[in-house]
Each structure stands twice: as C-alpha cells, then as structure tokens.
C-alpha cells in the first residue's frame, strides 16, 4: 500500500515530468497552441492546460495571441519567455576577445569584439572582460546577476584538478592553480563553464554550420594554432583529460626545422609561423604573414605555391591518422588558414589522402563560419545548459496552486 506522502510525492514528480515536456516542446516548435503541445507530446489537454499554467506562473512562458484556425475557435498560442534567462558567451582568443548577450531563446541582445593587447595577467584580462560583460548587459537592458551561465572558450586545456589551463601560452600566468576561479569575477559569480576554443568551435560546427545533421566529424583548427575538435554520436569527444584533439603534437615530415621547439611539431611547421618562416627560408620577400603567401599563391608565384604544396603535405599527414583512427564523414577546416585557404588546400589535401589512407577520403571543406564559430559554439553550449537551469529554478520557486 502507498502511503499518501508517496503518491503526493509522485504526482509532483510527474507534474515536474510534464512541465518539462511542454517547455522542451515549445523550444522546438516556438509559437504554439495547446493542441499542437498535446499533438507533440502525447499528454492529455487538462494536462498542458495545467502545465503551461505553472510555466507561465514561473515567468518561462508567456501567451502571444491567437492563430485562427479553418473552422472553430482561434487557439491562443504561447512560446518561451526570451528574458527568463541569459548566456554570456565570450572567446578568448590570442588576438581577441568576442563576448555576445544572448537571451534564452537564442537572439543575441549586444555584441563586443575588441583587440587584445597582450601579456595581460588573470587578474587584468578578468576585470577587462568585467568590464565588457557589464556593458553588455546595460546595452540589454538586464543586470549582471540576470545572467545564468557563461561560457568561456580559451585556448589550453582546463585542468579541473588543480583548476588551471594548460598549453595554453598565450595567455600567460593562467597555469597556475586556481586561476581559472577568477572568471567567476566576470558576471557576478554566475556559474561559469571553460571549454577549448577549437572543442567550442567544433559544437558551432554541428549547431550552425557543416556539421548540422553529421553525426561523426572532425574540426582542424589551423592558424596561430593547431587543434582539433572531434563529434561522435553527434556529441563533443573531449578524451579523458580533455585533451581530445591535440594534433599539434603529432609528428609530420621528415627533418623539418621546428620554429619553436616549444610547441608540437605540426603546430609549428604547420601553422601561420610556420608558414611564414618556410617561404621566408625559400626565398620569398617581404612575407609578414601566411596571407601574403597564400596570395602570392593565387597569383601564380612559384615559390608561394611550393609553400602551399608542402602545406597540403603537413595537413594531409596529420589528417591521415585522424582518419584512420575517427573514420570521420566530414572533415572542416577552421581557422585563419583553414578558412582563407580553404580554397588552394583541399584539392591538394585531398589528393594527397587517396595515396595515404585504404578507408575512403572523407569530405573535406573550409568552414563558412570563420572566426564566429568559437562563439557559437559557446552560445549552444550556454543555452542548452541555461535552459535546464532555468527551468530547475524557476518550478523550485513556484509552489502548485
């Protein structure tokens, strides 16, 4: 026999059970009528009728006038209530920071994108993105406490033991223990998530780029860095210790000189310094960056499309073992030289697979995203996770009727 209290404590889990449900459902369908709800979720009418009650009393949703139908009433229709909840995505780039506002369903309420200007400390860069984080949110017209999650997307690899971040050169002195608790500092002791960049960047991939509806896909993130983020089941792969991805370190070539030993080997012949320094060795003038090559490249300088030809080289070695161990369906090219070279790599890296790999030569094209897939990255992470949050907040704080 069930004592009262049990059955009173069972109905209220299902009654959670199914606001969750309706609130999941007009995410997806947006603005909604309770007979498409109960169409789509298999619960009773009274049922939605009850729940878009609590979830409208929780502030989560909000009725947005009628759809008239063919024939009988018109049907009141509801959808999510965009200020329930906010998602501060900021990427922390070696050049840049990126910060966007973004409200629960998604539309991004301001935007800043400044230089960075180098060898700042943890404690300079944190009150800097402070700084930014509240005129954001001004511009929005909310507060910093209204903001449910951020989502950091840094270079490195968050080690959540000693809370620090590794391989991570360009933002010196954030190895140390505990540093990566001063970006609680950044929006009022929010809760906060740290993720690679190039992982970030693979998630903006499958929400709003290539990789939408791939289930298993690879990112290569080639530019100042090297990196990898890696989609299996159509979810992020971090590896035990996050460190999913480093191709950086994987050994290319046959006696090239590193340009710095300080970093792996395919980062450092393969990436923008690399470049540069192998068509500054083979005589090429005047070269400041790996877009002056790629140019020359374009414009038929011999030396220039060596250069491109080695490249290709590099990209299609490392790519090869990606390949054999992943089986990926797709692999994209992000990055400065992944994107703005897209086009003079991936015939040549293609072609240089079909003599490497037995399996077949998975597709291979430049992202569309460019240097906005970090951030929507962050943006899909921070929203799926705000909205469970919200939504385990708001009915908390809301007693039945």
Not at 91 to 108: H, N, Q, S, T, Y
Not at 344 to 356: E, Q, Y
Not at 395 to 400: E, F, L, T
Request: include cysteine; charged fraction near 20%; hydrophobic fraction near 50%.
């Amino acid at each position: 026999m069930v004592s009262s209290g049990g059955t009173a404590s069972t109905t209220a889990v299902l009654r959670v059970m199914n606001e969750r449900a309706v609130f999941a459902e007009i995410f997806k369908l947006g603005k909604v009528s309770r007979p498409e709800l109960a169409q789509a979720t298999g619960l009773s009418k009274p049922t939605i009728s009850m729940a878009l009650t609590d979830l409208e009393r929780a502030g989560l949703v909000r009725p947005v006038g009628l759809r008239a139908g063919n024939t009988g009433r018109a049907a009141l229709l509801y959808e999510i209530r965009p200020q329930a909840g906010w998602v501060l995505a900021v990427d922390v780039g070696r050049e840049f920071v990126r910060l966007a506002l973004a409200d629960l369903v998604g539309d991004i309420a301001a935007r800043r994108d400044e230089h960075r200007r180098g060898g700042e400390t943890p404690d300079e860069l944190v009150a800097w993105l402070g700084g930014l984080a509240r005129e954001l949110v001004d511009e929005a017209g909310a507060a910093l406490a209204d903001i449910t999650l951020t989502v950091f997307g840094t270079p490195g690899i968050h080690d959540k033991e000693t809370g620090s971040l590794q391989l991570a050169p360009n933002l010196p002195g954030w190895d140390r223990p505990g540093a990566i608790e001063l970006l609680a500092g950044v929006a009022a002791d929010a809760p906060y998530v740290v993720e690679n960049d190039v992982d970030l960047a693979a998630v903006g991939e499958g929400a709003y780029g290539l990789g939408q509806g791939v289930d298993h896909f690879a990112l290569v993130w080639i530019g100042t860095g090297i990196g990898m983020g890696v989609v299996i089941d159509g979810k992020l792969y971090r590896g035990a210790q996050g460190a999913a991805g480093e191709i950086s370190y994987m050994p290319v070539g046959e006696g090239d000189p590193l340009v710095n030993r300080g970093r792996g080997m395919l980062e450092s012949v393969a990436s923008a310094d690399g470049v540069v320094a192998l068509a500054t060795r083979l005589g090429m003038e005047g070269v400041t960056s790996a877009k002056d090559v790629f140019d020359a490249a374009r414009a038929a300088d011999p030396v220039a499309r060596r250069v491109v030809a080695i490249e290709a080289d590099h990209i299609a070695h490392a790519l090869a073992g990606v390949i054999a161990v992943l089986d990926p369906q797709l692999v994209v090219l992000g990055g400065g030289i992944g994107v703005q070279a897209g086009d003079l790599l991936i015939g040549p890296v293609t072609d240089c697979l079909r003599d490497l790999v037995a399996l077949r030569v998975p597709m291979i094209e430049a992202s569309d995203l460019g240097t906005e897939a970090v951030l929507l990255g962050a943006m899909a992470v921070g929203l799926t996770a705000a909205r469970d949050l919200v939504f385990e907040r708001a009915i908390a704080q809301v007693p039945p009727l």
